[in-house]
């Protein structure tokens, strides 16, 4: 039995260890925003954020998760109905065209502003390097990265190791 | 039954049979535009209007047209006979419907057209199809072909071909909408006993302001489709537009970006297995035998299914389909392409290209002037041959389907460019009625004319069939690129005669391979003689629509070697095409625009170059400056100015949006792209060896847009064959190297070379 915290509730499964977190997450617990792309870490779109650090979920065996934080694109604003200052950038700039990369996308653009609140270009190329975007809508991703930078939620996404230093820091 | 329904009925029936489309069907489904043939359906009252209904109307809707719903809240909802990937088409066409209308746009919704065969768009006439574009006469037995072809495969329901707001939207939601507005000023007229010239519309009302009487879309709507809807409605003037020509946010993408977008590999069935394939991996080979014993003990494999040409396992999860479907011996059936090579084919077309030109047995695009005193009386000709390999599409969502297959019946949920073909298909497939394959519709991840072929459905739907559970089918990356339908690998071979004074006498041009649209290798300079011709030189490797289709192959090499032609004239690239383009005031202004903003009179640096491109394809022309920077060999490509003359505009950010995806596109195929053939079949398998543009490589571009108010053209191919050219006419700027074949990536840039040869 496998254990962890997926978008702020427990879940415990039970299948094969080795299982990717990517068919877990979609097939085991039925959130399908997570994308399955390449299955080899390639291009990104399996993106999530465990324990606040952007992963392919893809090559990330279920088991890796045990006792962690997972974060999917469902669970990334602060609450229902909500939009996280990334996603509406991105309603803002129009950045998505077909789609199917965009939750991968903001997954890794989330835990690029969760470190780092005001990006260069050069941050941007390197967080965003490993999200393949077909449509080809790296100008727009990198304009909604830099309109959200702006905003003071984004540093409030979810990082337990963030949050630990914190409270060492008090 | 009345002679208006029998004969709807007869022409009803008539669909039913794939490809057997009768005149009178075809005129039947196609009369709303005053000739044009595109609507796919009639405006007429009678039956057909009241067998869509049932498909697309809830109870208390009124429907006013094929193409547009109301309903007793005001709610006004067009019904959209294109699939969306991303391209905003949904959004386009619902605003160019509702701006006719003059429908309140926080009212308007839309919904994506049943897959029936009342909303077919195949017979795209030929004017729309062309879009005013100028085809040499040699060239219209080729174009009537294609539309006899595009009129054959009527059974289609076909997002592509950049034809949504040129074809659909120009002469289905613009007229409909119209139609729509005319029926509720009608309708007010009668209810208010007033003259129809007193009424006018605004924010889905009628108003007669000498009454000071208002009536609402809504309140109108039953008495409005009591009247017969005209099918030559008035149309706006463009200085009439209030939505057309605006920046609307798209309605899919808030839902795109929280993950509740259901793209098709996010269909979900209770009791759903799910499917893992291995497909023949030369193309045409079959299964000669397979061993699954091991396989089939697996915990949660519940069936391995042999489809003849691949064999796909099922299981309760993907992951264990896809592991155990790795453990399958798969023997194929030889082939007589088992040898084949990309080297192989390469050398068939240079000797298929040479065959033509010995025995003079090649067909024309373009015969003009005197080609051969040109040549003999010339003070200076050059030569080049230039190729392009193979292209996968490598669409994001790997291909896939789910269906399932209960009573004689398959439902299919994916997502297709051509929601029709796939019912038809999966019908023919499993020999079933139309009438007993569902088709579910969902987002695409990605399409490029890939997800225009409905193979991946067909497997679902008899994998489902034969196991009896439903399936999810997924294929894995590598299958994806080693199952493609592809871009074909061409060589084009040119010549070019000059005379003393650097004037460009004749332009000689043979290639192989030739699909649509007809005029993508027509060059638009004025050049007195030409001769452009093809010849066959087929291979086994599947033929697919690849973004711009032909135009991907021949914008870049007609650009890149007009580029060789102004070397040797010792003119300026920019200014020769601007000279040869003096009877073009449309063409030569884009141009000038793409110059201008680029800086071309200005200096570029040692180490850069800058290059530019001119392409008319599906009514559109786009004028791109490429500048690169090759440091040490390797090329980064810094900025891209790009003019774009779509006609009008409907959706100016929605058209630069497209400019930027298909410069990236391109740009993608251009610098990496490569599919190769060994012992028959494809050598790539992931994006680690099909590599495309990353964040990291991507130019900035700049879209400038000018609405000439011609014809109203595309927005999503356009952008892309320009991007090749002007890339490697800057390259050669910034190292003296000719790239004549893609990928740039095949050329080692380290060194200035001035003309190379064979350089693989």
């Known amino acids: ?170 | 039954m009345s002679e208006q329904a029998q004969e709807n009925t007869m022409a009803s029936t008539k669909q039913s049979a794939l490809g057997k489309w009768t005149r009178r069907g075809f005129i039947s489904a196609g009369a709303l535009a005053g000739g044009g043939l595109i609507v796919g359906v009639a405006l007429r009252r009678g039956d057909r209007r009241d067998q869509v209904a049932e498909l697309v109307a809830e109870d208390g809707d009124t429907l006013l047209s094929m193409w547009v719903k109301i309903d007793e809240a005001g709610k006004i909802t067009a019904i959209v006979p294109h699939s969306e990937m991303g391209q905003g088409a949904q959004t386009v066409l619902t605003q160019m419907l509702a701006d006719e209308m003059d429908a309140n746009w926080a009212d308007v919704g839309f919904v994506e057209a049943p897959a029936e065969d009342e909303y077919a768009n195949g017979p795209l006439g030929k004017g729309y199809l062309l879009a005013g574009a100028e085809i040499p006469a040699a060239l219209m037995a080729t174009v009537d072909g294609a539309m006899h072809q595009a009129a054959k495969a009527l059974v289609q329901q076909i997002t592509g071909g950049s034809l949504s707001i040129r074809a659909t939207g120009v002469a289905g939601m613009r007229v409909a909408g119209a139609a729509a507005r005319d029926m509720m000023i009608k309708a007010a007229a009668g209810t208010w006993q007033v003259p129809e010239s007193e009424l006018t519309t605004s924010n889905s009302m009628v108003i007669h302001r000498a009454s000071n009487r208002v009536a609402s879309y809504a309140e109108l709507a039953s008495a409005a489709a009591k009247f017969e809807p005209s099918n030559k409605p008035t149309l706006k003037k463009p200085e009439q537009f209030t939505l057309m020509g605006k920046d609307l946010p798209r309605h899919d993408i808030p839902s795109k970006v929280t993950g509740e977008a259901m793209f098709g590999i996010d269909a979900q069935l209770p009791g759903m297995h799910y499917a893992a394939i291995r497909q023949a991996p030369v193309f045409g080979a079959k299964v000669k035998s397979f061993d699954a014993a091991d396989t089939k003990a697996q915990p949660g494999v519940t069936h391995v299914v042999d489809l003849g040409d691949a064999i796909a396992v099922v299981a309760t999860s993907y992951w264990t389909a896809e592991r155990a479907i790795r453990a399958v011996d798969i023997q194929w059936t030889t082939t007589e392409n088992d040898a084949v090579s990309s080297q192989s084919i390469r050398q068939q077309f240079r000797a298929d290209l040479a065959k033509a030109h010995t025995e003079g047995s090649s067909s024309p695009d373009v015969e003009a002037g005197d080609v051969s005193s040109a040549f003999a009386t010339a003070a200076q000709v050059i030569e080049a041959t230039y190729e392009v390999p193979f292209l996968a599409h490598a669409c994001m969502e790997p291909m896939n389907a789910t269906a399932r297959f209960t009573n004689g019946q398959c439902e299919v949920w994916t997502g297709t460019q051509n929601p029709l073909g796939a019912r038809h298909e999966v019908a023919a497939a499993l020999e079933l009625d139309l009438a007993d394959v569902v088709l579910h519709q969902h987002f695409m991840g990605g399409g490029f004319g890939r997800r225009s072929q409905n193979d991946a459905s067909i497997q679902a739907a008899r994998i489902a069939r034969d196991t009896g559970m439903p399936v999810k089918l997924i294929w894995s990356r590598a299958e994806d690129t080693q199952h493609d339908f592809y871009r074909p690998s061409v060589a084009s071979q040119f010549r070019a005669a000059l005379d003393s004074d650097g004037q460009v006498l004749a332009w000689d041009n043979i290639y192989h391979e030739k699909h649509e649209p007809a005029e993508a290798p027509v060059i638009p300079y004025n050049v007195a003689a030409q001769h452009i011709h093809y010849t066959e030189s087929s291979t086994h490797v599947p033929f697919g629509a690849w973004r711009s289709v032909d135009h991907s192959q021949h914008g870049f090499f007609t650009e890149a070697f007009f580029d060789e032609v102004a070397e040797a004239a010792d003119k300026d690239p920019y200014l020769l095409r601007r000279e040869l383009l003096m009877d073009k005031p449309r063409h030569r202004k884009l141009l000038d625009l793409a110059a201008e903003k680029a800086g071309w009179d200005q200096p570029v640096g040692e180490g850069r170059g800058r290059g530019i491109s001119l392409q008319e394809s599906f009514g559109t022309l786009v004028a791109q400056v490429v500048e690169v920077t090759v440091d040490q060999g390797d090329v980064s490509v810094d900025r891209v100015v790009l003019a774009v003359d779509p006609g009008f505009a409907v959706s100016p950010d929605g058209l630069t949006a497209q400019m930027e995806s298909g410069v990236i596109y391109g740009l993608s195929a251009a610098m990496y792209g490569e599919i190769n053939i060994e012992e028959g079949r494809v050598s790539q398998s992931a994006f680690a060896n099909y590599p495309v543009v990353r964040m990291q490589d991507a130019p900035t571009i700049e879209t400038h847009i000018v609405n000439s108010g011609e014809a109203w053209g595309g927005a999503g191919e356009p952008g892309t064959p320009g991007i090749a050219p002007a890339l490697a006419n800057a390259i050669y700027q910034a190292t003296g190297t000719r790239i004549r074949q893609l990928p740039v990536s095949r050329y080692d840039l380290n060194y200035r070379v001035n003309e190379p040869e064979e350089l693989i």
């Open chain 1, 1 to 170: 039995m496998i254990t962890f915290r997926l978008n702020g509730t427990e879940q415990s499964l039970d299948v094969d260890p080795s299982m990717p977190l990517l068919w877990a997450i979609r097939e085991n617990l039925g959130l399908t925003g997570t994308k399955f792309g390449c299955g080899q870490a390639q291009c990104g779109a399996c993106t999530v954020h465990l324990n606040g650090a952007a992963i392919r979920s893809c090559v990330t065996p279920v088991a890796a998760a045990q006792g962690s934080e997972v974060t999917t694109i469902e669970g990334l604003a602060a609450s229902e109905g909500e939009l996280h200052p990334l996603q509406q950038a991105w309603i803002d700039e129009q950045a998505p065209q077909c789609g199917y990369c965009q939750s991968g996308q903001i997954m890794s653009a989330a835990a690029l502003l969760a470190t780092n609140p005001n990006p260069d270009d050069a941050a941007i190329d390197a967080a965003m390097s490993g999200n393949i975007c077909r449509c080809g809508m790296y100008q727009r991703i990198r304009k909604s990265i830099k309109r959200a930078a702006g905003s003071e939620a984004v540093v409030g996404v979810f990082d337990p190791q963030a949050a630990t230093e914190e409270v060492k820091h008090v």
